[in-house]
Every structure is written in C-alpha cells, then in structure tokens.
C-alpha cells in the first residue's frame, strides 16, 4: 500500500520561508494526484488551503503557494507570520475514489 | 461556502454501533459529494469514505474500515450519514464531513468542526 510522506515537522521563523512537501513511498506525486493541503488547528475545523496542486482557496492569503518541486507535491509559506503555526496535511487522489492522507507537518514560528 | 454540522458522536463500547451525521443548513446537500474524514488522538488525518452526489451515488471506503462502515444520504432530510459498526478502540476518532462538487470532486471544500467517536469499555 502506498504510503503519502511529509516531514513531521518545520521550524521557520517570523517572516521567513518554509516548503513543505508532500511524496509517495513508491513513484512521483504528479498533477493527476490532484494534491491538495489543508491547515489543521486543535478546536477548529480544518482549512483548506490548496487544491489541484496550485489553486489557493478563496480567503487564503497569498503567502500559501502550492507547486510540484521533482517528484513530490509542495506547500510553500512565504514571510510566514504566527498564526500560521500549525499542522498541515496533503492528501492525494490514488484512483478509483480512494483518498491518502499524509502524516502531517507541525510548523513552528519562532 | 458550505457549513457542514457533524453530529451522533458518543462513548460506544468496543463492538458496539454508532450512526453519525452529516448536515448542512441552507444549501441543499444532495447537490454535493461527501466525504468522511477522522483523526485519532495524536494522530494524523485519514480518509475515510465518499458518497457522490449523483444518483445512483457512487461509494468508496477506506480499506482500514471496508465492511464495518456504511454511507448514505437522505436527500430528503438533507443529511449524509456514516453507520460505524464493531467499533474498535482504533476507531477513536474526530469524525469530520467534508464536501467536495463539479469540477472541484477531487479536494475537500469545506469541513465541519466535528464528532467525537470514543471507543472504551
């Protein structure tokens, strides 16, 4: 079964820029994934961010930005302020109606 | 934007049932795909299952729950719901309920806040 991997954590400090990606354990996370990210804070129902690799949802600041960097899928914060301290998740489309979560990114700002 | 409700969450004993629902106030819910989506405590988020919005509905499920968990909408009550039976302690959760249509089926629009599903004896 094939395995969504993302870093399980990032530190970045206030203004600064951080990439989070998003691969496969077997073979390239491609445009036909569909990858999406979601932000993901306690109490609160989660936000979505990105969909279709690069479009940014509607009320998503312009500092999140979504790519394919090589092989893997990319959520990118750029001049990252507090509030974006959190866990964010990719998911992608495997193919007949099944979704795969990755584990998960805890960004830090400090 | 959708405002999706999650509710029918409760404390279960392990191999007991539970129904969860899924609602939406002042849009019509048929008119969207539904998904499911839990976390575990300190876990990270997991697919779940898919209804789509057309009829016949279209209805996939995550392996780890494939023939303990059904889905279903009642278009007239304007609610999804999730049935989780033989409940397991691994099925502790946050049960979210995402909507997805149109050209936009392959990402989760909007999200409720939650259910909590706590399996223990």
């Known amino acids: 079964q094939t395995v969504v991997t993302q870093e399980p954590s990032f530190s970045v400090s206030p203004g600064g820029t951080v990439t989070l990606t998003c691969g496969l354990s077997s073979g390239s996370v491609t445009t036909s994934h569909y990858p999406s990210w979601y932000q993901l804070t306690p109490g609160q129902a989660p936000r979505t961010l990105i969909s279709n690799t690069d479009t940014r949802s509607s009320r998503i600041p312009d500092r999140f930005s979504g790519s394919i960097l090589g092989n893997k899928a990319a959520l990118t914060i750029t001049g990252a302020q507090a509030d974006d301290e959190s866990d964010y998740y990719c998911v992608v489309y495997m193919g007949g109606g099944i979704w795969v979560f990755g584990g998960g990114t805890k960004v830090t700002v400090l | 934007e959708v405002q999706l409700v999650e509710s029918g969450g409760g404390l279960v004993q392990p191999g007991g049932s539970l129904r969860l629902s899924c609602a939406a106030s002042?849009?019509?819910?048929?008119?969207?795909?539904i998904n499911w989506v839990r976390q575990a405590p300190g876990k990270g988020l997991e697919w779940v299952s898919y209804?789509?919005?057309?009829?016949?509905?279209?209805?996939y499920y995550a392996d780890s729950v494939k023939g303990r968990f059904t889905i279903s909408r009642d278009n007239a009550k304007n609610s999804v719901y999730l049935q989780i039976n033989s409940l397991r302690a691994e099925d502790t959760a946050i049960y979210y309920c995402?909507?997805?249509?149109?050209?936009?089926?392959?990402?989760?629009?909007?999200w409720g806040r939650g259910t909590l599903v706590t399996v223990s004896s």
């Open positions: 995402a909507n997805s249509y149109g050209t936009g089926w392959h990402y989760f629009e909007s």
């Open positions: 002042g849009v019509t819910l048929s008119a969207y795909n």
């Open positions: 209804i789509s919005s057309v009829t016949p509905s279209h209805i």
